[in-house]
């Protein structure tokens, strides 16, 4: 199923028009697609794409600076290009964009916690997951398996691509922030508890922070020791705080593409924060960010019309 | 050292005082309190303390048979280094140490002792140079070349001006440029070293200086016939817990903290360049 | 062998100091084994500062050591490869504590998952020289034997039964099948081999996908780097170690600006030198245990199997 993919990505290496095409290849764990970046036609082979892929691949990009590359793309994934264009840290001219269809990203630990021995073996057949393991064989229907950010996505193909794989996609009108609804119907006590339920698991292991595209500082302000954002330790009020200042970096600049979440070792449901943001852009601003490399960032402009209800 | 590591001595700031005349060095002269003592040798480092801000590794820069007062010169630079420049003298801090191995002075005994500095890398060297001289006759030729960017950067410059005057120990002071008043040596360590041309018979060579200047100094040494195993230098990394245990100094297998900070050329040749 | 039937022993151990379960739940992601010798947050000091008077410095006591009951040998391996950071040359007084005071009660691990290759290592999921008391889960029983002193005194008072040959048969199978199911990775001569690496151009490709988060380091048994940092509150505070991991770039960040170790690739061929070349240098020990939790861990399904396959293949001049 991946032909077409691959075909183009052997191509434009045998070509010589990019140096390295990025993408994802067979991981080593079931359901689990890893970082691929393949340098020779022959490796264009191992390329694949889909829902088993839970990393944003634009974070690697800047691993390639000053290379000519190729990076497969999913709908996010390019809004995120979009956003690294305008905030000036990857020229549009020195990727070749390929897009590729999208069925959402599977949200692996929900399966693994489902099927609850170990799995050895899963594909893809048609809409569903199959897994076999130390509990046999078992079906999940896709669509109720996929990453929470998935649910709500409305630009689940590639903007702009240079290139299109086509293949079926998510639909993407069906925006579903129901979860997030009930979160905002909460009492402050009840949010603050439910907040405190998730986000205290957290062992600062940054993997959220290192896996997201966006974040690309070269120093975090939770590295700081002058002044001190963040204390070291694990009191519940400095993670809050690193999670929170983190989101407020954050506002405008996420396309909640659910990467965070699905690398929290923890299993933290972090989409909770990153669908908040992404809802609130929307009502106050009518903002989806990412949605083209001229943007400015949300922001960064202002307008006289702008919502100001939220200012105490 | 105490049976916990972790815990410091207090220590008084009993003196300080800038070093440098672009107030960015200053030294610190500390007593330990409670009756407590410290044995240690030149080359050797201590983690000053200051409480609430954190701790951070100093060359000591006094030598032992000066007494009991542990002196250190430290540059302004980060947050630990900013707090202890603005520590008013009385103030109480913590010492731990004396950390690390230390320059072997025993293989120096009934040699000739080249020491070569720069910068305000002289700390150590200081102690060295104050416990050598402390006997004398322990040792033959003793000769000193050492250089900053500007004369006010040279540490210890009054010490420096008498210990020139010695007729048994020679003394070369360089600095980098031609300055109004400065009547000695012009020119970077490795060039005067280069000119002075010490002998390298019996000779152990100790380098102390920022990394660019051990880098070209470590070559001019080579030329002059100096074996990789007597020539010393003592290596910095971020530090911690001064013991070898939090993992971060590590050159290959051995950690700057515990196994140096005090390396011979032989020893640094077996490690990787990880530094 | 002995053998006691698990309640039994439960209700024995129980108010003989604080008891955590590792036998129920397959504990994952973190290795309870290493936070309770080693927390991700731990006080060394607290100190007062009086004015004039001068600073009051007071160590924390401790809380009394834990019964870990049901620990898989890797982790019991792993509290062995602490041991030789923790109590050579000078002895962390904080981990000696915790070491001399907890009892570990290693479970044999009948089912292996699909990422553990602790079988590369010279041991294996029954092997019964770790921890305090060894135990075998045969279903109806539980096997036990005591392995150090403070296994023997553990076990005191207590009522135990001769296992019968064909408790030990069980015992066999169980072994043979909780073997069969682990896939060794050959690491034969690495280390020597990793020596000669240091400046190969495959570390550049092997840390390409590594994001350079701390989850394969916070997660890992034998990791134990720390930082340590002060707290300061009003005219008191107290100084601390937290789990730190030589991923990140910080970890080696001099006030000057310079850093050692300045990109991902550095960092990735110094974490698996330290396990794989520095650490049996030092110690005649690999400091990896096989128990897979990094690659579980990995958000990029970064696999240290993979990695060490790949290194294996690495043509290097003699």
Known sequence: ?312 | MRGNPYIPYPALLKRSYFESDDFSLKTFEFELLDGNRIDYIPGQFCEISVFGKGEAPFGIASSPTEGHILKFTVNKAGLVTTALHEAEEGSILGIRGPLGNGYPVEKFRGKNVLIVGGGFAFTTLRSLLVYLLNSRSDYEEITVIYGARTPGLLLYREELFEWEKRDDLKVILTVDREFPGWEKQVGFVPQVLERTAPSSKDCYAVVCGPPIMIKFTLPVLEKLGFKPEMVYTSLEKRMKCGIGKCGRCNIGPKYICKDGPVFSLAQLAELPEDY | MKKIEKEKLLKHLEGKGDLVRLDEARQDPLSATKSSHLPREELLLLFRLNGDKGVEIRVPEGKGGKILFGVPPCEARAVDLLDLTFLKDRIDPYYERKRRENVLFVLACNKPRSTCFCTSFGYGPFSGKYGDVFMVDIGDNLLVDPVTEKGSKALEGLELEEATPSDLEKMESLKRSAEGAITTVNIEGISEKLKKMFLDEIWADLAFKCVNCGACTYVCPTCYCFDIQDVERTNWGYRERVWDSCMFPIYSLETSGHNPRPTGVERMRNRIMHKFSYYPELYGEYGCVGCGRCIRACPVNFDIREALETLKEVEVAA
Not at chain 1, 26 to 42: I, N, S, V
Not at chain 1, 257 to 273: D, K, V
Request: charged share 30%; proline share 6%.
């Open chain 1, 1 to 312: 199923m991946f032909e077409k993919l691959r075909e183009t990505a052997r191509e434009l290496l045998s070509k010589g028009e990019v140096e390295c095409v990025l993408g994802f290849a067979e991981g080593t764990l079931p359901m689990f697609y890893t970082p691929y970046l393949a340098r020779k036609p022959e490796e264009a082979e191992k390329l694949v794409y889909g829902p088993f892929a839970a990393p944003n691949i634009a974070t690697y990009l800047r691993k390639l600076k000053g290379k000519k590359a190729a990076v497969i793309v999913r709908g996010c994934e390019s809004r995120t290009i979009n956003l690294l264009i305008s905030e000036k840290q990857l020229n549009r001219d020195d990727v070749k964009i390929i897009g590729v269809p999208c069925v959402g990203a599977l949200d692996r630990k929900r399966i693994l916690k489902d099927y609850g021995g170990e799995i050895r073996e899963a594909r893809i057949e048609g809409e569903k997951v199959i897994v076999k393991g130390d509990n046999g064989e078992k079906a999940y229907v896709l669509e109720e398996y996929i990453s929470p950010s998935c649910r709500s996505c409305l630009y689940p193909e590639a903007i702009d691509p240079d290139i299109k794989i086509e293949g079926p996609s998510r639909d993407g009108e069906k925006a579903d922030f129901s979860d997030i609804e009930r979160i905002e119907k909460m009492s402050p006590a009840e949010k603050w508890e439910f907040f405190e339920k998730e986000l205290s698991k957290c062992i600062r292991c940054y993997a959220c922070r290192e896996i997201c595209p966006m974040c690309y500082c070269d120093s975090c302000f939770v590295d700081s020791n002058r002044p001190v954002w963040v204390e070291p330790g694990f009191d519940y009020s400095d993670i809050l705080s690193f999670h929170l200042i983190k989101m407020y970096h954050m506002a405008g600049r996420c396309v909640d593409c659910g990467a965070c979440e699905r690398a929290c070792p923890l299993g933290i449901r972090l989409s909770f924060l990153t669908r908040k943001l992404t809802k609130d852009m929307k009502e106050a601003y009518n903002f989806v960010s990412g949605l083209s490399p001229e943007e400015k960032p949300a922001l960064g402009v202002f307008s006289p019309d702008d919502r100001e209800d939220f200012i105490l």
